[in-house]
């Protein structure tokens, strides 16, 4: 039976470590400050900024948080971002995704600093996860290594599957891999054989947003699993993207949903606005 990986309590060490670096950059009269910007009424959105909200106030960062109407234009949210970049006191800038369509949202992530960018979704940052000479890290991606070292799973010549090709997860998930000299590669909803792909892997890293996709068929022996969905599947159930009772018995390591990935995004974020925050 896998071991199941504790996002919980890797999340909570590394709560504990923001919290630390906060109190030292506050006796040195800094205080850590995050700006949060929700545009809209898409609930989800509401609750997961909620929750970033909450962490930061358990860690000591400063949260700003700025709601507005979905009929903002984008020149509006241009402006506040324009002017979060030039204040001096906001370390990190996060414009909570999906925005409403009326605006870009490519041009409103290019128009966060990439010195504040905790998202870490700009070209800049993006170039950078490919060379390897980041500042920040993107969250979710960044979470799942952390997960990794924290059980320590060698990650050095591995065969190492992602499925998924977002540009939020499995594009720089696949990155971060790559940069620590694992064999990777990236699976998508054209890949030819996939079952055969992914049982060739030690490390599978599954972000496809399909509840249960992942079967014990399609998985080695003695795999570490990483589940990077939350979805519901037909009883209502929150489910990852791995089906967990069958998988778990042949897997050596696996995280579960919830309590495995989720948990690391928003400790990854609180780590990126204290990176920020040191380099002011
Ligand atoms: N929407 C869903 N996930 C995210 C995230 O990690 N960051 C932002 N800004 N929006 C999101």
Do not use: W
Not at 70 to 76: A, C, I
Not at 147 to 152: F, I, K
Not at 170 to 188: D, E, F, Q, R, W
Request: with cysteine; charged share 25%.
């Amino acid at each position: 039976m896998a071991i199941r990986i504790d996002g919980k309590l890797v999340s909570s060490k590394i709560r504990e470590e923001v919290k630390g670096e906060v109190s030292k950059l506050t006796d040195k009269g800094i205080k850590p400050a995050l700006a949060v910007i929700l545009v809209g009424n898409d609930p989800a959105s509401a609750v997961y900024v909620r929750n970033k909200q909450k962490a930061c106030l358990e860690t000591g960062i400063e949260p700003h948080q700025i709601t507005l109407p979905e009929e903002t234009e984008e020149r509006e949210l241009l402006d506040i971002i324009d002017k979060l970049n030039r204040d001096d006191d906001i370390h990190g800038i996060l414009v909570q995704l999906p925005l409403p369509k009326h605006i870009s949202s490519e041009r409103v992530i290019e128009a966060i600093s990439p010195k504040k960018d905790v998202d870490a979704f700009s070209h800049d940052s993006v170039g950078r996860i490919m060379e390897g000479k980041y500042s920040f890290l993107p969250c979710t991606p960044a979470g799942v290594m952390e997960l990794l070292a924290h059980y320590n799973v060698e990650v050095e010549g591995k065969e190492c599957v992602v499925i998924g090709r977002s540009n939020i997860v499995g594009k720089p998930m696949a990155m971060l891999l790559l940069n620590k000299s694992a064999t990777v590669t990236i699976c998508h909803s054209k890949t030819k054989n996939l079952p055969e792909v992914c049982k060739r892997a030690d490390i599978i890293v599954c972000a496809v947003g399909k509840a249960e996709f992942l079967t014990a068929d399609m998985v080695k022996p003695g795999a570490v699993v990483i589940d990077v969905g939350i979805n519901r599947n037909s009883e209502g159930k929150l489910v990852g993207d791995v089906k967990f009772d069958e998988v778990e018995p042949i897997a050596s390591m696996i995280t579960p949903v919830p309590g495995g990935v989720g948990p690391m995004t928003i400790a990854m974020l609180l780590k990126n606005t204290v990176t920020s925050a040191k380099g002011t």
